[in-house]
């Protein structure tokens, strides 16, 4: 849950074998869109291409009748982006909504459905996807009457969405998470403050004893002034406590050991919890590692050790601060029981080194604790008929309203106003997909409601015809063509490294897509693989598995990786194919035996659980 690597959650997020995204509703603090588009939605939807034809796939991935997604947000802190039929989002006033989760539904052919639910410290940004240092805990659960954390946090939505004005779509998500978790229970483990201010962590009770050590692993946000978070965890500490504060370093592992530069934290919390009679250590945990490379620490944790070796763990999206901790902001923590050498064990696989600089205080914020009430503006736009998806532009009618009257509220789009209630025909570009609406002195940014030609039905799916999908290796030549476009280069501290197993870095909107994911990607796809002879697939593989410069294959580097990966899917292909047994390698290797003989067997698993 929490470790030195950053959480993958757009692995996470991925569809299940034979299921596809149906609907879905994911809280986020700040949201930029474009990440959305670009990052999240293509792995929700299992679209592994890349360029503008990914999102062209991304927005046909989600039936037109599907729920969808719908993103709730503060609304200060939203970035709009292109246009995504099947996502809407909602702004959410009052207390400041700072809560990161979700809950995903899947659904297959024959109408299995399964539910993932997510409960953490990461935005719906691009580092938040993809490169911060992030806690989360998740769950999935397909049938069944057990205990399943997404009850406690759909129970909470649903409170939630009642301080909303009621819109359609939120309504059907709603409708389609509910019924999927028809004979699942809470688990009693979720921490909220969504709808109603209380305590993240909990106060001792008075028969209990005081910690032995409390940790806590949140970035510096505190003012430096701020004593509220010394005093929500204060109940816990005592003359025998020792705290560990555990926060980010701009820096090297060894520049934060050598403590000649500021640690940014509040040193409010430190006196606050010294007060207590407590010993406080300071930790530094490097954001930046030996080649150069920078991953902020963005989790949040607070775990209390007793005498007898248990341990109580809260994580999710409470920074220790006041507003965090004692639940003036909307936030979700998850609760866990455990032993104090599981927690000491994700502590130091985070690499931190004890800090014995000065401390530097953090930037005053300016953000407030509130989020004033405004109209909730929705505006929505119609393609016309004889456009195409994937034109350059679409016109059509665009009409912005608000859900109830005010005054003074402008709607502009492209430096353009759209009068309040009034069809305006208008020409819109599908990378452009969001307003500025301005109420007074104050801006925001909202999202488009796009709907297809009213007489156009599979309108998304009606890509030209020299862009469909008509070979089963077309998303994999493209994904090829990702990578020589990138230049399959990485930047190191002793070069360039071109090797398959490069870390993955973006280029041009693409990524550099590491050997084994390449791999994964071709046993995802075993059964269009299976309709190829076996001279095609080898075909296939030359284009998509070795992508090495013609120097590296004169010096063969890399050659025995390559090999392994080739044999590897020539096994899974032999399953489908039995004449091509005879000359495939697994006669060469005990393990690719195996491999084929298993495939057939985890393909009747998969259907058989379909069924369920």
């Not at 025995?560 to 697994?586: F, G, Q, W």
Request: proline letters at 6%; charged letters at 25%.
């Amino acid at each position: 849950m929490l470790s030195s690597d950053a959480v993958n959650i757009l692995e996470l997020v991925a569809p299940p074998d034979n299921h596809v995204f149906h609907a879905g509703i994911w809280l986020s603090h700040d949201v930029d869109w474009r990440a959305v588009t670009d990052l999240l939605a293509p792995a929700l939807t299992g679209v592994i291409t890349a360029g503008r034809r990914q999102i062209l796939e991304t927005r046909a991935a989600v039936a037109t009748d599907d729920p969808g997604l719908v993103v709730f947000h503060p609304g200060d802190r939203f970035t709009g982006g292109p246009v995504l039929p099947w996502a809407g989002e909602r702004k959410v006033s009052g207390r400041r909504l700072h809560a990161k989760a979700a809950l995903l539904q899947y659904r297959s052919i024959r109408g299995a459905v399964r539910t993932r639910v997510l409960v953490g410290s990461g935005n719906l940004t691009r580092a938040g996807l993809a490169s911060n240092l992030e806690v989360l805990t998740w769950d999935e659960i397909q049938r069944g009457s057990r205990a399943f954390l997404g009850v406690d946090l759909l129970r909470e939505i649903k409170r939630l969405a009642q301080e909303l004005e009621p819109d359609s779509r939120t309504k059907e998500v709603l409708t389609a998470l509910t019924g999927g978790l028809k004979t699942a229970s809470p688990t009693g483990e979720l921490m909220s403050s969504l709808t109603r201010q209380g305590r993240l962590v909990p106060e001792r009770k008075h028969k209990d004893p005081a910690a032995r050590a409390v940790y806590v692993v949140s970035p510096g946000f505190a003012g430096d002034n701020d004593r509220q978070a010394a005093a929500a965890l204060a109940s816990w500490c005592g003359p025998d406590t020792h705290v560990h504060l555990y926060t980010g370093f701009t820096g090297s592992k060894k520049r934060a050991g050598a403590a000649t530069e500021g640690l940014v934290l509040s040193r409010g919390l430190v006196d606050g919890l010294r007060r207590t009679g407590a010993a406080v250590t300071v930790h530094a945990i490097p954001e930046q590692d030996e080649d150069g490379a920078t991953r902020r620490l963005h989790a949040k944790a607070v775990a209390v050790e007793s005498a007898n070796g248990r341990a109580h763990l809260w994580s999710g999206s409470a920074n220790c601060t006041g507003p965090g901790l004692l639940g003036k902001n909307r936030e979700l923590m998850v609760h866990q029981v455990t032993t104090a050498d599981r927690v000491r064990k994700l502590l130091e696989s985070l690499e931190a080194v004890e800090y014995r600089g000065e401390l530097t205080a953090p930037p005053p914020t300016q953000r407030a604790d509130k989020v004033k009430p405004s109209p909730q503006v929705t505006v929505t736009f119609v393609i016309g008929s004889g456009n195409r998806v994937d034109g350059p532009t679409w016109t059509g009618t665009m009409i912005a309203s608000a859900d109830t009257p005010v005054r003074g509220v402008k709607v502009f789009y492209n430096g353009r106003e759209v009068p309040m209630g009034e069809p305006v025909e208008l020409e819109i570009s599908p990378d452009r997909g969001s307003v500025e609406v301005r109420v007074g002195e104050s801006t925001r940014i909202v999202q488009i409601e796009v709907h297809r030609p009213p007489a156009e039905e599979e309108f998304w799916q009606n890509l030209t015809p020299e862009k469909k999908i008509d070979r089963p290796d077309a998303e994999l030549e493209r994904l090829l063509d990702d990578l020589d476009r990138a230049g399959r280069g990485v930047a190191t501290k002793t070069g360039t490294d071109t090797s398959g197993t490069a870390r993955p870095s973006p280029v041009d909107g693409g990524f550099v897509i590491p050997l084994t994911q390449r791999l994964v990607l071709l046993a995802r796809h075993r059964a269009a693989l299976a309709r190829w002879p076996r001279e095609e697939v080898e075909k296939i593989l030359d284009r998509y598995i070795d992508n090495r410069t013609e120097t590296e294959r004169k010096q063969g580097d890399g050659q025995e990786e390559i090999d392994a990966a080739r044999s590897t899917v020539l096994a899974i292909h032999a399953a489908y194919r039995p004449e091509a047994e005879t000359r495939s390698t697994k006669s060469q290797d005990p393990l690719l035996t195996e491999l084929t003989a298993a495939v057939p067997a985890f393909d009747d698993a998969l259907r058989s659980a379909d069924d369920d």
